[in-house]
C-alpha cells in the first residue's frame, strides 16, 4: 500500500470526533460535531406546526437545511444567501439530512409538530454532510428531551440511533472516514448512513473515476459498517445512554 | 409472495422498452425512450464551446437538465420556470444524468467542446432518471457520430456503454425497473447506473420505509446487474452496433 | 413572385396539419398538434379551484402556460426554469393563449373550477403560437367531455371553435401560415385567432421592416380568414363533431 | 348612440394632449405626454455602446423599459421591484414599445449606440402604452438632436415619425382614444402604432367581450388613422419642425 | 472660507423648497416635494388591512417604499423591477422612512388599516431620503384628512409633524441641505429626522473621508434643527394648518 | 433608577468581551468575537482581484456580508439561502461594517486586492453588529499581517484601529452595550462606530418610541466613547499590540 494517510491514521480508522452538546443556549438542541478539522454546528428547532402537506394528519415532521459559512473552505466561495440561491449540491445534502432522520423517528408518536435542523459548517475537511446527520441526530435527541421534560411528550418518537460516514477508494486502498484530501483524489466516493441496529438507511456511491466492482462495494460497506457502530457508540456516550 | 405486477410481469423483468432515435429533428442526437409508460425525450446539442472552468483546459464537457411537463404527472405540477427555481429533486437528477454520462467519455478526447443533454419527461410511470441516463447515452452517441461525420473528431471519445435501472423492495419481494404504483409502496429504493462492461458507476439506494439489509442490497445489485445488461443490448441494437 | 415555397406549397395554402389526441395519458385533454414540423403537445388539466380573484364568483377561469423545450430549436435556448424566468415572449404568448381560449367560454357554465392549458413545443418551426392555439381548444374540448362524462358539468360551457394561424409578406407576396424560414425573412407578420363561426378574438400584426399599408392588411386578414376556417374543419374532423 | 363620454367629448376626438419637453434635466431627451389625465415621463438616455447581440455591428440599438407608479392607479398596485420580477403585462408593452421605436429609426446610421426609453406612469386614465409610444419619440428625437450637436452624428438616424393610439367599441359605438373607464367596458380594444406617412406598424385587436367583425375593423383602423395624424401633427408642433 | 454654493446660497440655508398638494388624482395623499433641484413625488394610499404581525392588533400600520426612475440620475441607472431585486441603498431609505412616519402616528388611533407611502424620485440632486420624509408626511396628513371626512376615523392619529434634512462638512465648512455636488464632495455626512416639537427621531452621520469630532456634530446638529423648523413650517403652510 | 441590569452589570458597563483569534483555520483571519452570550465568527478572506468599480485604479477594497444562522436568536428565523433574498435588515448591517472597516484603511497602499469580511452570528443577545464591526478588524488585521509576512505588502495599509458599542435609553437610563432584552425594551438605540484616536466614523441614532432630546444624545456619546476606548485596549491586548 503506497498511500498513507495524514497522522500515521489506518486505514480503516474514523478521525478524532467530539461531539459538544449545548454549544448555543436558544436551540432545543445545539450540537458541535467535529470529525478531524470538520466542524459542523447542528441546532434541532421544535415548532408547533406542521407543514401544509402534513396538516390535520396527526403526524409531525423533520427537516434540515444545511450552510455552509463562506470561508469554511481553502477558498472563500459566495454566500448562498447574496447569491440568492441554493446551489444543487446544497439541496441535496440537506434532503439527505432529512431523509436520514426521519428514518429512525415515528412521526405519528411526534406529533403535529416540526423539528428543523440547521447544520451549518464552520469550518470543511471532508465529510460535512456524514458530520451533519451524525450530529444533527443528537441534537434532535436534545429536543426530544426538551419535549419530554415538558410534558409535551410522554414517550419518545425515536425509534432508533442514525449515523453517517464516508468512505471511499484512493489509490485503490479502500479508505474509512475520508479527510479533504483523500475525497480530492478517490476514485470512488460513498457516503453511507446506517441505524443503530444496523440497517442501511442510504448508500451513496460515485465513481469519480473508474466505475467500482462489486469487490470494492462489498470492502466499502464493511468499513462503512465498522465506522458506523463507532459513530453510534460516541453518539450514546455523549447523550450519557446505555 | 402476495405481490403481483401489473400485466403479469416477472420480478425480475424489465418493463417494454423503446428507444426512438430522430425523434426531433434539431438536435445532433434527439431520443425518446420509453420504460413503460414512462416516456423521456432527450436532445444531445453540442456546443463549441465548455463552460469557464474548462477554459484553456483542453478537455471538453458534458452536462444535463432534466424537465417534467407540468401534467407529465397524474395530477398537474407547477411549471419550474414560473416558480422561477428548479425543485431540489430536479438539480439532484440532472446532476446524477451529468455524472453518468461523463463516467464514459473521455473529455480530452472530446475537445473544447459541451454536449449539453436534455432531458424532459413527457409521461411519467416511475423511472425517469434511469431512462433519462439510458436514453441519454443514444443520444450522446448520435451526437458524438455527427461530429465525426463532420470531422470534427477524428476518433470517439466514448469509452464505454452507460446505462440505469431502479430495483426496490415491494412487500418483501425484489423488483426490477419499479413502475410508478410500485415505486410509491416500496420500502427500499434504488437506482444503479453501470457501465457496458459492468462497472458501477452510481449506486444510490434509500430505505423509504424499514431499513434494508445487507442480504437485500446484494438481491438489489444482481436484479440492476440483470437489467442493466438488458437494456445495454437494447442500447446496442438501436445504434446498430455490436 | 420571385418566392417559392417549400416542398410546393401554394401561398394560400396551411402546412399539413395533424392533431392526435390521447398523446399522454394522465391529462383530461392531450392533444400533439402539428404544423408541419411544429409540433406543440397542448394538455388541459382541470383542477376543482380557482384563482383568488375568482373566488366565490361562481364562475370558473381557464389559464394557459407556454414552454419550449431547450432544443425544440435550431441552436439550444437555455432552459427557463433554469435561468429562474420566464422571457417576455413566453409571457406574451401564454397571455395570448389564455385570452384566445376564454373567448369562447361561458365561464359561468364551468363554475368555480379551472383548465390549466400547457402547451409545449417539442419542435419549432414557425407558428408556435398559432398551433398552440388549434392545439389547446381541442384538448379543452376533451377536459370538458371528461367533466360532462363524470358528471360535473350537465351542459358545455363551450360556446364556440377557436384556431389561430400566421400570416405575413415576404419579398411582397402575402403567404398563409409561415414556416421559420419565412417567419426569419417576413416584412409583416400577423398572429390572427378566429371563432369557428368567423369573428375576430385576436389580430396581432406588426412590420419587421417595413410598414405595412392598409392593402396589405385586407390580404393577410383574408388569407386568415380561409386558413381558420379549415383549421376548424380540422378540429371538428378531429373532435368527431359535426 | 346610448353611450355619451365625459366632457361631452366626440367618438372621434382625442383627448386633450399635452406634450411637455425638458421635463427633467438629466436625460438627453425628457419629455411628459399627457392624454387627458394620463400622464407619462418619457426619458430618452444615449449610452455609447450596445447589447452583446450588436456588438461589433456597426449597428446602433433602442430598448424601452415601462412602469408604472404604485399608486398611478385607483387602487395601489404593488411596486415591481419590490415583488422582484416584472409582470407579463409590462414586458408586453415595453416590447411594444421598443419594436416601435425602432420601425422608424436607421440602426447604422445610430452607430454602436443605445438609446434606452423609459416611460414611468406618473397617472394612469387609460392608453398608457400609447401615450407612451407618442412621448418616447418626441425623447428620442430630443436625445438625437443632442448627438447631432455634440458633433457625435453628423445626420439624423430618424426615418420617419411614430405615433400610437388606442380605439375600441364600446356599447356599439367605435370610439377613438379610451380613457379608463372607456377602456373596461369596451368590447373590442384596438392599439394602433403608425409611422407620419401613414404606414402601420403595429395593430393588436382584442376581443375582450364579443368577437368583432371585419367591418368594425375597418372602422376603428379609420378611427386610428384619423387619431394618429393629429398626434403626428401635435409632435411636430412640439418639436418645432414643419 | 473657501467653499462657495450654487447660487450663492448661505451655509446655513435651505435651497427653495417646494411642496405641492394634489399633484396626482387617484392617491388619498400625493405631494410632490422639491429640495432645489431634488424632485420627489410621495402618495399616500389607504387600504383597510394590515400586515400579518399586526392583525387583530387594533393597531394600524404605516409602510413606505421608495424608488429612483432609472434617468432621475446623471447616468441611467438599471430599473430596480428589471434586475429583480431593490439594492441595499434603497431599502435602507424606505425602512429610514417608514420608522419616521410611525414615530409621530398613534398607531392604535389609527385603527386597523394601512397607509402606504410611496416615495418615487423623478430628478435627483442630493437629498432624496430627507425630500423624501418631508413630502411624505404631508402625503400622509391628507389622507387623514381623507379618513376624517370620510368619517372612518374620528380624531386624528397624528401627534406631531416630523421632517428631515440632510447636513453635512464640506472642505472643513458645516452645511445645510446638501445638493448632489456638495453630497460627493463631503467629508461627513448627516441625515436628521425631528419631529415639530423637536425631538430627535433619527440621526445617523457617517464620515464618507476623514472621522469627525464632537465639535462638529454639535455644529451639524444644530444646523439641522434650524433647518427642520424651517421645513416644519413649510409643511404647515402648505397644509394651511396653523 | 428602577431599571437593573443582569448579572448586576453597570450602567455605564461593557458585557465581557472575548476575542479569540484563529478561531478557524482556512481564512487569512478569523475571529470568534463575544460581548457577553452575541458570539459573531469574523473571517477575513483575502483576495487577489478587486470588483468592477476598483479595477485598474490601483485601489484595493473592504466589503462585507453578514449572516445569522437560523436558530442564533430565541425562535428559529428563515435561512436567507433559503428565502433567496437577504433581507434589508442584514443588507443595513452589512453596508455598515464595510463603510466603518474601509474608514480605517487606506485603499491606495493595499493595492489591487479584496478583504472580504464575513460576519456570521452563531448566537445572538443584541449589538451582534457592534461585536461584528470589533471582531472584524482584529480578523482584517490578521489578514494584513499574513500579507506582509508572505511580502504581498511592504508597510501596513492600517491607518488606525475601530470599533462600535450600542448604547440606549431604557426606562430613561442611559446604558452601555444593550443585550437583547434591553434593546427591546429601550426608547432610544444607537450605534456608535468610532477610530482608535476618538474620531467619529457612524452615529446612528434611532427613536424606537419616545423622540429624543439632545441632552440625551449627549450622554449616550459620552458612554458609547468610554466603551469604545475599552473595546479598542481589548482589541490591541488580543492582538498583542501596544
Given at each position: 500500500?503506497?498511500f498513507s494517510r495524514s497522522s500515521g491514521r489506518a486505514a480503516d480508522s474514523l478521525r478524532p470526533v467530539r461531539i459538544q452538546r449545548h454549544f448555543t443556549k436558544h436551540a432545543e438542541g445545539?450540537?458541535?460535531?467535529?470529525?478531524?478539522?470538520?466542524?459542523?454546528?447542528?441546532?434541532?428547532?421544535?415548532?408547533?406546526?406542521?407543514?401544509?402537506?402534513?396538516?390535520?394528519?396527526?403526524?409531525?415532521?423533520?427537516?434540515?437545511?444545511?450552510?455552509?459559512?463562506?470561508?469554511?473552505?481553502?477558498?472563500?466561495?459566495?454566500?448562498?444567501?447574496?447569491?440568492?440561491?441554493?446551489?444543487?449540491?446544497?439541496?441535496?445534502?440537506?434532503?439527505?439530512?432529512?431523509?436520514?432522520l426521519r428514518s429512525v423517528f415515528d412521526l405519528q408518536a411526534l406529533g403535529e409538530r416540526t423539528i428543523s435542523l440547521d447544520c451549518d459548517v464552520l469550518q470543511a475537511d471532508g465529510g460535512?454532510?456524514?458530520?451533519?446527520?451524525?450530529?444533527?441526530?443528537?441534537?434532535?435527541?436534545?429536543?426530544?428531551?426538551?419535549?419530554?421534560?415538558?410534558?409535551?411528550?410522554?414517550?419518545?418518537?425515536?425509534?432508533?440511533?442514525?449515523?453517517?460516514?464516508?468512505?471511499?477508494?484512493?489509490?485503490?486502498?479502500?479508505?474509512?472516514?475520508?479527510?479533504?484530501?483523500?475525497?480530492?483524489?478517490?476514485?470512488?466516493?460513498?457516503?453511507?448512513?446506517?441505524?443503530?441496529?444496523?440497517?442501511?438507511?442510504?448508500?451513496?456511491?460515485?465513481?469519480?473515476?473508474?466505475?467500482?466492482?462489486?469487490?470494492?462495494?462489498?470492502?466499502?460497506?464493511?468499513?462503512?459498517?465498522?465506522?458506523?457502530?463507532?459513530?453510534?457508540?460516541?453518539?450514546?456516550?455523549?447523550?450519557?445512554?446505555?
Amino acid at each position: 500500500m503506497s498511500f498513507s494517510r495524514s497522522s500515521g491514521r489506518a486505514a480503516d480508522s474514523l478521525r478524532p470526533v467530539r461531539i459538544q452538546r449545548h454549544f448555543t443556549k436558544h436551540a432545543e438542541g445545539s450540537v458541535l460535531v467535529c470529525f478531524g478539522d470538520t466542524q459542523v454546528l447542528c441546532t434541532a428547532s421544535v415548532e408547533e406546526k406542521v407543514p401544509p402537506f402534513k396538516r390535520g394528519s396527526g403526524e409531525g415532521w423533520l427537516t434540515a437545511e444545511y450552510g455552509m459559512l463562506p470561508r469554511a473552505t481553502h477558498t472563500r466561495s459566495d454566500r448562498e444567501a447574496a447569491k440568492g440561491k441554493q446551489s444543487g449540491r446544497t439541496q441535496e445534502i440537506q434532503r439527505l439530512i432529512g431523509r436520514s432522520l426521519r428514518s429512525v423517528f415515528d412521526l405519528q408518536a411526534l406529533g403535529e409538530r416540526t423539528i428543523s435542523l440547521d447544520c451549518d459548517v464552520l469550518q470543511a475537511d471532508g465529510g460535512t454532510r456524514t458530520a451533519a446527520i451524525t450530529g444533527a441526530f443528537v441534537a434532535a435527541h436534545d429536543a426530544i428531551s426538551v419535549l419530554l421534560a415538558q410534558g409535551k411528550l410522554t414517550a419518545s418518537p425515536i425509534r432508533d440511533f442514525v449515523a453517517a460516514v464516508s468512505v471511499g477508494v484512493v489509490q485503490g486502498v479502500p479508505l474509512l472516514d475520508l479527510e479533504y484530501t483523500e475525497d480530492s483524489a478517490c476514485d470512488t466516493d460513498m457516503n453511507v448512513v446506517m441505524t443503530g441496529s444496523g440497517g442501511f438507511v442510504e448508500v451513496q456511491g460515485t465513481a469519480e473515476g473508474a466505475p467500482f466492482s462489486r469487490a470494492e462495494m462489498d470492502q466499502l460497506l464493511a468499513l462503512a459498517t465498522k465506522g458506523i457502530a463507532e459513530l453510534n457508540a460516541l453518539q450514546r456516550q455523549a447523550l450519557g445512554v446505555a
